[in-house]
């Protein structure tokens, strides 16, 4: 009788400890209509070029318990590039850089999320024209949760980072001089709750 009340016992605690584990989490959707990547590059060594990208799409699962053990997957759709200037936007598009014909999505899934003086870092592997490195941000965020007039809960952050084209062999025939080999990058996102 005891050793049954001691297993029925044990059953419960590890039904409760899988609830309450269940319970730190929440998933989390990107809004691509309020979400993009904005970029800055130098020109010809004398001034910055400044971009964006949007289509960004994703899931988040922010463990509210410890925020470094949340993850993210997501993806920027290539097409979307612009610079407000119509030819180079359309060689952007091309073979050159972006080749959005044979490269539609920039991927990225993270591999860690840590404290640094005070702010978190997320790690991560993004794919960038077939090629993938891994990269790190420093993170905003999230915000506080606020629940709309619709009853969507949201949330949002921003990541800002560099990356080097030569690390993605990315426009691999523009020489650094015309094009800077360093890419300044900061994301803004919006996320929606799910679950």
Same mark, same amino acid.
């Given at each position: 009788?005891?050793?049954?009340?001691?297993?029925?016992?044990?059953?419960?605690?590890?039904?409760?400890?899988?609830?309450?584990?269940?319970?730190?989490?929440?998933?989390?959707?990107?809004?691509?209509?309020?979400?993009?990547?904005?970029?800055?590059?130098?020109?010809?060594?004398?001034?910055?070029?400044?971009?964006?990208?949007?289509?960004?799409?994703?899931?988040?699962?922010?463990?509210?318990?410890?925020?470094?053990?949340?993850?993210?997957?997501? $993806?920027?759709? $290539?097409?979307?590039?612009?610079?407000?200037?119509?030819?180079?936007?359309?060689?952007?598009?091309?073979?050159? !850089?972006?080749?959005?014909?044979?490269?539609?999505?920039?991927?990225?899934?993270?591999?860690?999320?840590?404290?640094?003086?005070?702010?978190?870092?997320?790690?991560?592997?993004? $794919?960038?024209?077939?090629?993938?490195?891994?990269?790190?941000?420093?993170?905003?965020?999230?915000?506080?949760?606020?629940?709309?007039?619709?009853?969507?809960?949201?949330?949002?952050?921003?990541?800002?980072?560099?990356?080097?084209?030569?690390? !993605?062999?990315?426009?691999?025939?523009?020489?650094?001089?015309?094009?800077?080999?360093?890419?300044?990058?900061?994301?803004?996102?919006?996320?929606?709750?799910?679950?």
């Amino acid at each position: 009788m005891r050793s049954r009340l001691l297993l029925t016992m044990a059953v419960a605690g590890l039904t409760l400890a899988g609830a309450t584990i269940q319970a730190q989490t929440s998933t989390w959707s990107i809004d691509p209509n309020h979400s993009s990547v904005q970029f800055q590059v130098r020109h010809m060594g004398v001034s910055n070029v400044h971009g964006s990208l949007t289509g960004v799409k994703g899931t988040i699962v922010l463990n509210d318990a410890d925020i470094t053990k949340s993850t993210v997957e997501a $993806t920027i759709d $290539t097409t979307t590039v612009w610079t407000g200037v119509a030819a180079r936007d359309k060689d952007l598009k091309s073979p050159h !850089f972006f080749d959005i014909e044979k490269y539609p999505q920039i991927t990225f899934k993270s591999t860690s999320l840590s404290r640094s003086n005070g702010k978190l870092q997320l790690t991560g592997d993004l $794919t960038l024209n077939s090629v993938t490195r891994s990269v790190t941000f420093d993170m905003d965020g999230p915000s506080a949760p606020e629940t709309g007039k619709d009853g969507k809960v949201r949330s949002g952050f921003s990541a800002t980072g560099l990356l080097k084209r030569s690390d !993605f062999n990315f426009a691999p025939n523009t020489p650094g001089v015309v094009v800077g080999n360093d890419v300044k990058f900061t994301i803004d996102v919006e996320i929606d709750k799910q679950k």
